[in-house]
């Protein structure tokens, strides 16, 4: 149902091969589970970051043993929104996705502290993450 490929936002992303109804859950974040000050130390100068955290405590580190959502692209119009509980984060359609369409979710707040450029080209582009 999910495929890697280039994306037209940033190196490589996440797409969905079939239809996907709004309100649908896509599937789940996963990575090696770890503290969140790791995760922060982990994250401290990178460009790229695929670490998420899931509650004060626990954070995901989708670069160790992760997903294929540690691939998904930022946008300020997103088509799918998480939820996080219990230590999980989990993707849901936001609205009806195409087949073929990148998958995107809104990041913020995120590591980056609104410090690196948005690639989205979205209409209401904010123009950082």
């Known amino acids: 149902m999910l495929v890697t ?3 037209r936002i940033q ?4 797409f969905s ?9 896509i599937g789940e974040y996963t990575g090696e589970r770890i503290s969140v000050a790791e995760g922060r ?5 990178k460009r790229r970051i695929a670490i998420v955290e899931v509650s004060n405590r626990l954070a995901l580190d989708g670069d160790v043993n992760g997903g294929p ?9 997103p088509n799918t929104f ?3 509980a ?9 609205r009806n996705i ?4 990148e998958l995107t979710c809104d990041y913020r707040p995120s590591m980056h502290e609104g410090q690196m450029p948005c690639k989205c080209g979205a209409p209401t582009c904010t123009e950082f993450v």
């Open 82 to 84: 998480t939820r996080t």
């Open 5 to 7: 490929k280039k994306s």
């Open 86 to 94: 219990y230590g999980r984060m989990e993707f849901y359609a936001l």
């Open 41 to 45: 130390r982990r994250a401290k100068g």
């Open 11 to 14: 190196g490589v992303g996440l």
């Open 69 to 77: 959502f540690r691939f998904i692209n930022h946008s300020c119009q």
């Open 98 to 101: 195409k087949a073929h369409e």
């Open 17 to 25: 091969d079939r239809p996907i109804r709004a309100r649908q859950k």
